[in-house]
T-cell receptor
Framework: EAEVAQSPRYKITEKSQAVAFWCDPI?????LYWYRQILGQGPELLVQ????????DSQLPKDRFSAERLKGVDSTLKIQPAELGDSAMYLC????????????FGQGTRLTVV | AQSVAQPEDQVNVAEGNPLTVKCTYS??????LFWYVQYPNRGLQFLLK??????LVKGSYGFEAEFNKSQTSFHLKKPSALVSDSALYFC????????????FGTGTRLAVRP
């Protein structure tokens, strides 16, 4: 069964360092999402791509976060510099353009900033 | 703006008993509603969705949910709970049947005791 792949699964980084997460969506899925899930809360959208274009990054803290999906396939989310409050689970999801289809989520990257 | 409320942080039920996890939503338009489940340090797994049609939706692992437009609710149910159902459950809403960001509730932890 096709899956959304994310790496790394776990990341510990020091405050003010740079960190990057990678996501490979299900083959053929045009829409890719990055969500952030703080412990005890529901996931919140950071950025949404349609192919290689950003369609929603209104909740992305652009002073420190960046995201790209250069060829419209895999994607990278970067944080520079990391802050203690960035500790969270970062979830990638993808969905197809077909109607009535749901989003599929990866296993997530658990980030701890120390 | 769209929002989802899950009024119970935790639901406790004995194995073999029926369970209900509550969800209410607020959207300006016709909602598309989803339930996802999350196990510790894992991503979200899709359970079921309401797009249109029959108000009673059946999903994975014996779960079902009932869409009630007048009460703006989409409660998750299962006739007989299993210990293995213990997990974190999220209700989510979008305004499009696909390719739209999900707005999640804060989650409900289900604990099924043997």
């Amino acid at each position: 069964e096709a899956e959304v792949a994310q790496s790394p699964r776990y990341k510990i980084t020091e405050k003010s360092q740079a960190v990057a997460f990678w996501c490979d969506p299900i083959s053929g899925h045009a829409t890719l999402y990055w969500y952030r899930q703080i412990l005890g809360q529901g996931p919140e959208l950071l950025v949404q791509f349609q192919d290689e274009s950003v369609v929603d990054d209104s909740q992305l803290p652009k002073d420190r976060f960046s995201a790209e999906r250069l060829k419209g396939v895999d994607s990278t989310l970067k944080i520079q510099p990391a802050e203690l409050g960035d500790s969270a689970m970062y979830l990638c999801a993808s969905s197809s353009k077909q109607r009535n289809t749901e989003a599929f989520f990866g296993q997530g990257t658990r980030l701890t900033v120390v | 703006a769209q929002s989802v409320a899950q009024p119970e942080d935790q639901v406790n039920v004995a194995e073999g008993n029926p369970l209900t996890v509550k969800c209410t939503y607020s959207v300006s338009g016709n909602p598309y509603l989803f339930w996802y489940v999350q196990y510790p340090n894992r991503g979200l797994q899709f359970l079921l969705k309401y797009i249109t049609g029959d108000n009673l939706v059946k999903g994975s692992y014996g779960f079902e949910a009932e869409f009630n437009k007048s009460q703006t609710s989409f409660h998750l149910k299962k006739p007989s709970a299993l210990v293995s159902d213990s997990a974190l459950y999220f209700c989510a809403v979008t305004l499009k049947s696909s390719g739209d960001k999900l707005t999640f509730g804060t989650g409900t932890r289900l604990a099924v005791r043997p």
